[in-house]
Every structure is written in structure tokens, then in C-alpha cells.
């Protein structure tokens, strides 16, 4: 990184001043400022919210959404006042992280026990590779999923998590858990920021990427997820992919080869 006239950055180009290298002091209670760093970040934030902006984006984490920041890539931060923030670094030189862009991922359980285990350990904290492999083995397409919280909400996301093509309405799992439809959209609302439909949309396309990984054909993957039509998937797919799952096969297949 250059210290004349103009700082380099990943997406950034700023006066020199305006980015700053961060070490430990540098975070503040309530976040930190424009920053970057010489080594891979993952941050896990197993209570509370915190919003971590960078090139031009912003990324909330949650307990069940976590964020890898390659080296490099300038961003700041804004916590919550209850957060409780875990980070793990790898250095650059040493770790090939598959992300090349600051990526959100849905965070496993077995991670999370990982992450939450090495953050009450007393000893030293040595860069594992077995811990970088573990965190980085998620897919990098995947839409970001937050889980909600409260027990019927939560009750409804497993169990669409095991059957996507689930085709009950929130009405219908209203009624089925003897609550109010208003009270479960709510809370999927408040706990997710997003509404009921809007996030069985989101998973049911996640689980996609991996059937259509496997060689099945789009009608096939838009029928096992629970889409109603084909044109509708791909629609879907397209509005939050950026692209149809033909292409998205396409692609998948150039970068493995």
C-alpha cells in the first residue's frame, strides 16, 4: 500500500488519511471507521446485529449470518449496542480464501460451535487450517438467510429447512400452530427483515444451486424446491441472481474447469 498522494485500496481510493490500517485499539465501542486489513477477516456475531459496509454495500450480521472480508478491501463497521462480536484472521500469504469479494455466508451449527469454542478458549489462538478450511466451506453463491429467534418463527424456518417445496402459506402454518397469521408474518418480519414470502423464496433458491450443480434439469430443481412453475424459478433466480440457472450451470462449469 502506498503512503503518497493517494491511498490504494480494493474498491477504494482515498486520500491518504481517510484509510487507516487497524490494529487493536482501533475499534471503538460503537464500531469503527473506514479501514482495511493485511490478512483475511471472518466475523461471526452470535448476539446482537452489527452492519459492516464495504464497496459501496452494506452487510448485516447476525447469529446466523457471518461475513468473510478478503485482504485488501476497505469497509467500517457500526455495532449494536448488545453485539457480541467474534473474528478470526488468516494471514493473506498463507490462506487462499475462495471469496474474492466480501461475502456473506449462512453460518452451519458446527461452525458456530467452532467459532464460539475458540472464542472462550484461554489459549492462544493460532491461525488453524483446519479452522480456515472449516469457515470458508460454505457456499459462496448462497443468499443471505437469518434465522429467526422466537420459538414458533423458528419452528416454521426448520421445518421448511428440511422440505423447501413445503407449500403452506403463512396463514396455513398459522393455523397448523394454532397462532395468528399476523403474529408469525411479524415476527418473521422483525427477526429476519424479511417477509415470510420473501424468505422461503431465498431458501428454496439456495437449496437450488446445489441440484442444479448436481446435472438436474431446471424444471426438475424448480418442482423439488417447491416453485410452481418453472418460468417462475427462473424468474426468481434471475431478479436475485443476476442471472438464469442455465447460465448459472454454465458458469459453475467454466470455473471447474
Known amino acids: 500500500m502506498t503512503e503518497t498522494g493517494l491511498r490504494s485500496v480494493r474498491g477504494e481510493e482515498t486520500r491518504a488519511g481517510d484509510v487507516v490500517m487497524a490494529d487493536d485499539d482501533f475499534i471503538a465501542e460503537g464500531g469503527h471507521p473506514l479501514h482495511v486489513h493485511e490478512f483475511h477477516e471472518f466475523l461471526h456475531v452470535p448476539v446482537g446485529r452489527i452492519v459492516v459496509t464495504a464497496l459501496g454495500r452494506d452487510h448485516e450480521l447476525s447469529a446466523s449470518v457471518a461475513l468473510w472480508i478478503p485482504a485488501g478491501i476497505a469497509h467500517s463497521a457500526r455495532f449494536g449496542a448488545?453485539?457480541?462480536?467474534?473474528?478470526?484472521?488468516?494471514?493473506?500469504?498463507?490462506?487462499?480464501?475462495?471469496?474474492?469479494?466480501?461475502?456473506t455466508i449462512n453460518i452451519t451449527d458446527a461452525q458456530r460451535r467452532l467459532v464460539l469454542g475458540r472464542m472462550r478458549s484461554t489459549r492462544a489462538q493460532d491461525e488453524d487450517p483446519e479452522v480456515f478450511a472449516a469457515l470458508s466451506a460454505g457456499h459462496r453463491n448462497c443468499l443471505p438467510l437469518p434465522q429467526p429467534t422466537s420459538h414458533t418463527a423458528g419452528f416454521v424456518a426448520r421445518e421448511l429447512a428440511r422440505t423447501p417445496s413445503d407449500p403452506r402459506t403463512a396463514t396455513e402454518w398459522a393455523e397448523?400452530?394454532?397462532?395468528?397469521?399476523?403474529?408469525?408474518?411479524?415476527?418473521?418480519?422483525?427477526?429476519?427483515?424479511?417477509?415470510?414470502?420473501?424468505?422461503?423464496?431465498?431458501?428454496?433458491?439456495n437449496h437450488s444451486l446445489s441440484l442444479l450443480e448436481q446435472g438436474q434439469l431446471v424444471s426438475s430443481v424448480a418442482a423439488r424446491v417447491?416453485?410452481?412453475?418453472?418460468?417462475?424459478?427462473?424468474?426468481?433466480?434471475?431478479?436475485?441472481?443476476?442471472?438464469?440457472?442455465?447460465?448459472?450451470?454454465?458458469?459453475?462449469?467454466?470455473?471447474?474447469?
Not at 184 to 204: K, V, Y
Not at 229 to 244: E, K, M, P, V
Open 82 to 103: 448488545d453485539s457480541v462480536i467474534a473474528v478470526e484472521s488468516f494471514d493473506a500469504g498463507r490462506f487462499e480464501l475462495p471469496y474474492q469479494d466480501v461475502t
Open 176 to 205: 397448523n400452530l394454532y397462532t395468528s397469521s399476523t403474529s408469525l408474518r411479524r415476527a418473521f418480519r422483525a427477526e429476519t427483515g424479511m417477509a415470510f414470502s420473501e424468505w422461503r423464496t431465498r431458501l428454496r433458491l
Open 226 to 257: 417447491g416453485f410452481v412453475s418453472t418460468n417462475g424459478y427462473i424468474l426468481a433466480f434471475r431478479r436475485h441472481f443476476g442471472q438464469t440457472p442455465g447460465a448459472y450451470v454454465r458458469n459453475s462449469l467454466d470455473r471447474s474447469a
